[in-house]
């Protein structure tokens, strides 16, 4: 215990002339380390590299305070834990921090508005917050991200294998290929493209919806709204199976020679068409937002 809080203590600096506390916390670490980082944050910039330690720097407000430390406290560490505590909201703003953590590391945040942009990271992500905003770029073998109202933005430099991203009103942008996600949003705007879906599932309320990329061969893509906009810009070259339906709202198709149809009782349209060979299936609803189908 007296280790752990010579630590923790030597984690603060003394106040510079701007009132700011710096943060300089450097351990040997495991490459597949768990680390958790939440409270009142301001920003943080998390970076993968290739190093077998962690280093947690930047400043706090004055007033506010870092707590945590090492679960061992002996060799390289295999989890670390740190909570930011801070006087007022005004605080919180100021209290800004990056991580650097090996490459495969597994890293958790949660915070309140806050911005948390991701890099180089090839493990795992699991990032919450209310406000602010969340950018990640890079790998990550799994992606998980809870946002209330902040915007997140995702630019797959490969494959994620699982991403799970959920928003209240923030929009959510997808840029790379993934082998199992999925994007919901309540009435956030869900912008997907340039990359590959193996499977994939997207799902707002009154958000609209808007697809860009490729479905793989044999995949599956589900696309599911109650009153938002669809609209899938297919490659041309795509071979999928599409079915398609909207309750009260209008199906429009400029994909394939095959029209829509009326549904029954005189309101909404369904559509069932195909490309090229059997490949991806494709499954549209919607309650009473218009589905548009066209060509990249």
Same mark, same amino acid.
């Given at each position: 215990?007296?280790?752990?809080?010579?630590?923790?203590?030597?984690? *603060?600096?003394?106040?510079?002339?701007?009132?700011?506390?710096?943060?300089?916390?450097?351990?040997?670490?495991?490459?597949?380390?768990?680390?958790?980082?939440?409270?009142?944050?301001?920003?943080?910039?998390?970076?993968? !590299?290739?190093?077998?330690?962690?280093? *947690?720097?930047?400043?706090?407000?004055?007033?506010?305070?870092?707590?945590?430390?090492?679960?061992?406290?002996?060799?390289?560490?295999?989890?670390?834990?740190?909570?930011?505590?801070?006087?007022?909201?005004?605080?919180?703003?100021?209290?800004? *921090?990056?991580?650097?953590?090996?490459?495969?590391?597994?890293? !958790? $945040?949660?915070?309140?508005?806050?911005?948390?942009?991701?890099? %180089?990271?090839?493990?795992?992500?699991?990032?919450?917050?209310?406000?602010?905003?969340?950018?990640?770029?890079?790998?990550?073998?799994?992606?998980?991200?809870?946002?209330?109202?902040?915007?997140? +933005?995702?630019?797959?430099?490969?494959?994620?294998?699982?991403?799970? $991203?959920?928003? %209240? +009103?923030?929009?959510?942008? !997808?840029?790379?290929?993934?082998?199992?996600?999925?994007?919901?949003?309540?009435?956030?705007?869900?912008?997907?493209?340039?990359?590959? $879906?193996?499977?994939?599932?997207?799902?707002?309320?009154?958000?609209?919806?808007?697809?860009?990329?490729?479905?793989?061969?044999?995949?599956?893509?589900?696309?599911?709204?109650?009153?938002?906009?669809?609209?899938?810009?297919?490659?041309?070259?795509?071979?999928?199976?599409?079915?398609?339906?909207?309750?009260?709202?209008?199906?429009?198709?400029?994909? +394939?020679?095959?029209?829509?149809?009326?549904?029954?009782?005189?309101?909404?349209?369904?559509?069932?068409?195909?490309?090229? +060979?059997?490949?991806?299936?494709?499954?549209?609803?919607?309650?009473?937002?218009?589905?548009?189908?066209?060509?990249?």
């Amino acid at each position: 215990m007296r280790t752990l809080l010579l630590v923790v203590a030597g984690a *603060l600096i003394p106040m510079d002339v701007r009132g700011q506390q710096k943060v300089d916390i450097h351990r040997a670490a495991t490459s597949a380390v768990s680390v958790r980082l939440n409270g009142a944050l301001g920003s943080v910039r998390v970076i993968g !590299w290739d190093r077998d330690s962690i280093a *947690l720097t930047g400043a706090l407000a004055s007033g506010s305070r870092l707590d945590g430390g090492p679960y061992n406290v002996q060799g390289p560490v295999t989890g670390m834990k740190f909570y930011v505590e801070a006087t007022d909201e005004a605080s919180q703003r100021n209290n800004k *921090l990056e991580l650097r953590v090996p490459r495969n590391a597994r890293v !958790w $945040i949660k915070a309140g508005s806050a911005d948390i942009d991701a890099s %180089a990271v090839t493990g795992g992500l699991d990032l919450n917050i209310v406000g602010g905003s969340v950018r990640v770029s890079g790998k990550p073998r799994e992606l998980i991200v809870e946002s209330m109202d902040g915007s997140v +933005t995702v630019s797959a430099g490969g494959t994620v294998e699982y991403g799970r $991203i959920k928003t %209240a +009103t923030g929009d959510i942008v !997808w840029q790379g290929s993934g082998d199992d996600v999925t994007m919901t949003s309540i009435s956030g705007a869900i912008r997907a493209g340039e990359g590959t $879906i193996q499977r994939g599932r997207f799902e707002s309320i009154t958000g609209p919806i808007t697809f860009a990329g490729d479905i793989a061969r044999g995949g599956d893509a589900r696309f599911d709204t109650h009153s938002g906009a669809i609209e899938l810009r297919l490659s041309p070259q795509a071979n999928v199976e599409i079915d398609a339906a909207s309750i009260t709202g209008t199906i429009e198709n400029t994909f +394939t020679p095959r029209r829509p149809m009326v549904g029954g009782g005189g309101g909404g349209m369904e559509l069932t068409t195909s490309s090229g +060979t059997p490949g991806a299936r494709v499954q549209v609803r919607s309650f009473k937002g218009n589905v548009r189908l066209t060509s990249q």
